[in-house]
């Protein structure tokens, strides 16, 4: 991955995470994270992946978030100065919870020590 990709894919990574919190009503005891965006090699697509607390949630705040990306992408388009903005999807990041997963079982077994 070229250097300018990893710039544009923490730039969209900060930038979507702003507008979802600023665009978005998520029920009190929910937190979103934008925890990781990877654009294309062509920069037309990007999947921006998130996690939510508590986990049992995503399915619902990827259908809310699926209803507002229009609303998302153009506030995206108009904030970044890029040609093209990537058109962005949304998943939940399974990744982020397999690393919470493995992080929790190597704490469990450091105090067993």
Do not use: C, H, W
């Amino acid at each position: 991955m070229t250097d300018r990709i990893e710039k544009i894919n923490e730039l969209l990574r900060q930038e979507v995470g702003k507008l979802i919190l600023k665009e978005s009503d998520f029920p009190v005891g929910i937190l979103v994270t934008v925890s990781r965006a990877i654009a294309s090699p062509n920069l037309k697509n990007a999947t921006i992946y998130i996690t939510t607390l508590p986990e049992n949630v995503g399915k619902d705040i990827i259908n809310e978030l699926e209803m507002k990306i229009y609303d998302i992408q153009k506030s995206l388009n108009r904030r970044l100065n890029m040609k093209p903005v990537p058109k962005i999807e949304f998943k939940i990041d399974k990744q982020a919870y397999a690393e919470q997963k493995i992080y929790e079982l190597l704490n469990k077994n450091k105090g067993k020590e």
